[in-house]
């Protein structure tokens, strides 16, 4: 079986979209087993892996983020956080974090926070002082506040994969996690502004001006509070909430805010449907993978060896987040919650981690990968959008890795951080 992840690796050196390797380094496997009669097992598995209602909610979450970026929503949310948070010592850097905190409710996604939010930050925290690079890192870090405050794209894939998890109670405990990332990257911003005498915003807005910055925003913010308040009254499935969403975008575009043009529809609706193709066939071609795993007894092998290391759950979750930061560092959140989650989560499970907290812990940890040096996503995203060389942000970007990972140890040892909403809501 150890044959099958060297040609997955190699194919991802070579070049080949993943998408592609997840499925042929299986299909190699089948063929070195010399039986043919497993080749007919793949179109089934294809169409398996993509065959679910829960899934819809990823193209109308992703629908959702493409339309707000497109009626200049970006703009009015970084206002209002420098509305709220602009005077305090690095006040820009602590106005990014927060624009992504409110763009973190409507998105769902790392990636699209960091291309809406990205130019319009990098551009007022470099005008205020700030190096260039260090903006790029500080968004690209922000970002992963995406996937982790919900709504959350890579949570509806997790509760897909898993089968025993409530995508509602994924999103009811994602809040506090979110928040918490949000401070610890705030609390390094503070200590590296005092430090290098960044930029302090003079100007006091009148209670006036905040109102106005308010009132320009509510539209927008209404977003997150119809998905979740929908979905933790139980009023619609997060997959009903995510088309309520994308209408509401829609017509907040078309009609009320009048900044989204018909004639844009068309390109929107074409980057929507290549990314979610992008996901959906990954889900599908990640089924022959598992499949290869379970005919070969791999999650039973790595189960007992993580179990015959230790069975106290404070350790093995220590293992599983060492293994799981190894891991995003070179592969996206998306696919390592695919090829993860089915193997670890039976494991936690079985010493009684709750299932709702190991899920935010993997959704946590696979996020900080995605700025996390070598390959991570949105490091590339935001060198791409500030035209900064990627090497110089890795080393921007080291002091808020240090951060989310103290964050992390903290959401993973106090359960009741990520518990009591899910708890107080029923989902607990």
């Given at each position: 079986?150890?044959?099958?992840?060297?040609?997955?690796?190699?194919?991802?050196?070579?070049?080949?979209?993943?998408?592609?390797?997840?499925?042929?380094?299986?299909?190699?496997?089948?063929?070195?087993?010399?039986n043919w009669d497993l080749f007919i097992l793949i179109p089934q598995m294809l169409t398996k892996g993509a065959n679910s209602f829960a899934l819809?909610?990823?193209?109308?979450?992703?629908?959702?983020?493409?339309?707000?970026?497109?009626?200049?929503?970006?703009?009015?949310?970084?206002?209002?956080?420098?509305?709220?948070?602009?005077?305090?010592?690095?006040?820009?850097?602590?106005?990014?974090?927060?624009?992504?905190?409110?763009?973190?409710?409507?998105?769902?996604?790392?990636?699209?926070?960091?291309?809406?939010?990205?130019?319009?930050?990098?551009?007022?925290?470099?005008?205020?002082?700030?190096?260039?690079?260090?903006?790029?890192?500080?968004?690209?870090?922000?970002?992963?506040?995406?996937?982790?405050?919900?709504?959350?794209?890579?949570?509806?894939?997790?509760?897909?994969?898993?089968?025993?998890?409530?995508?509602?109670?994924?999103?009811?405990?994602?809040?506090?996690?979110?928040?918490?990332?949000?401070?610890?990257?705030?609390?390094?911003?503070?200590?590296?502004?005092?430090?290098?005498?960044?930029?302090?915003?003079?100007?006091?807005?009148?209670?006036?001006?905040?109102?106005?910055?308010?009132?320009?925003?509510?539209?927008?913010?209404?977003?997150?509070?119809i998905i979740l308040g929908g979905i933790l009254s139980g009023v619609f499935t997060p997959t009903e909430a995510a088309v309520i969403a994308a209408?509401?975008?829609?017509?907040?575009?078309?009609?009320?805010?009048?900044?989204?043009?018909?004639?844009?529809?068309?390109?929107?609706?074409?980057?929507?449907?290549?990314?979610?193709?992008?996901?959906?066939?990954?889900?599908?071609?990640?089924?022959?993978?598992?499949?290869?795993?379970?005919?070969?007894?791999?999650?039973?092998?790595?189960?007992?060896?993580?179990?015959?290391?230790?069975?106290?759950?404070?350790?093995?979750?220590?293992?599983?987040?060492?293994?799981?930061?190894?891991?995003?560092?070179?592969?996206?959140?998306?696919?390592?919650?695919?090829?993860?989650?089915?193997?670890?989560?039976?494991?936690?499970?079985?010493?009684?981690?709750?299932?709702?907290?190991?899920?935010?812990?993997?959704?946590?940890?696979?996020?900080?990968?995605?700025?996390?040096?070598?390959?991570g996503l949105t490091l590339f995203v935001s060198a791409t959008v500030s035209k900064v060389p990627v090497e110089r942000i890795y080393w921007q970007?080291?002091?808020?890795?240090?951060?989310?990972?103290?964050?992390?140890?903290?959401?993973?040892?106090?359960?009741?951080?990520?518990?009591?909403?899910?708890?107080?809501?029923?989902?607990?």
């Amino acid at each position: 079986m150890i044959f099958v992840f060297i040609i997955f690796f190699l194919l991802l050196v070579a070049g080949m979209p993943i998408a592609f390797a997840v499925g042929i380094a299986p299909a190699i496997r089948f063929t070195l087993m010399h039986n043919w009669d497993l080749f007919i097992l793949i179109p089934q598995m294809l169409t398996k892996g993509a065959n679910s209602f829960a899934l819809l909610a990823i193209p109308f979450f992703i629908l959702t983020g493409e339309l707000m970026n497109a009626t200049g929503i970006t703009s009015k949310l970084v206002a209002l956080a420098n509305v709220l948070v602009g005077r305090i010592p690095g006040g820009l850097g602590h106005v990014n974090v927060i624009a992504s905190i409110f763009f973190a409710g409507i998105s769902g996604s790392a990636v699209s926070d960091v291309g809406a939010l990205g130019p319009i930050e990098i551009q007022i925290m470099e005008q205020g002082g700030y190096r260039r690079d260090y903006a790029a890192a500080l968004t690209a870090a922000s970002a992963i506040i995406g996937p982790i405050i919900p709504p959350s794209i890579i949570m509806v894939i997790y509760g897909y994969m898993v089968g025993q998890v409530s995508v509602a109670g994924l999103f009811a405990a994602g809040f506090i996690p979110g928040l918490i990332i949000g401070l610890s990257l705030m609390t390094i911003n503070y200590i590296r502004s005092v430090r290098f005498n960044l930029h302090i915003q003079s100007k006091k807005y009148t209670w006036q001006e905040i109102w106005q910055t308010f009132k320009d925003s509510f539209l927008a913010l209404l977003t997150p509070v119809i998905i979740l308040g929908g979905i933790l009254s139980g009023v619609f499935t997060p997959t009903e909430a995510a088309v309520i969403a994308a209408a509401y975008a829609l017509f907040l575009g078309l009609v009320i805010m009048r900044t989204l043009k018909i004639w844009e529809l068309p390109m929107i609706i074409r980057q929507t449907v290549i990314i979610t193709s992008t996901i959906y066939f990954i889900i599908s071609a990640s089924y022959i993978f598992q499949w290869v795993l379970a005919y070969e007894g791999i999650p039973q092998q790595i189960a007992h060896s993580f179990l015959s290391i230790t069975q106290n759950p404070y350790v093995l979750l220590l293992c599983i987040n060492i293994l799981m930061l190894i891991a995003g560092m070179f592969l996206e959140a998306a696919v390592n919650i695919i090829l993860l989650a089915p193997i670890l989560a039976p494991i936690a499970y079985q010493l009684g981690i709750d299932p709702l907290h190991f899920g935010i812990i993997m959704v946590v940890n696979l996020s900080i990968g995605l700025c996390t040096p070598p390959i991570g996503l949105t490091l590339f995203v935001s060198a791409t959008v500030s035209k900064v060389p990627v090497e110089r942000i890795y080393w921007q970007v080291l002091p808020f890795n240090v951060a989310q990972l103290a964050a992390l140890i903290l959401i993973t040892y106090v359960p009741t951080l990520s518990m009591t909403i899910p708890r107080l809501l029923g989902f607990a």
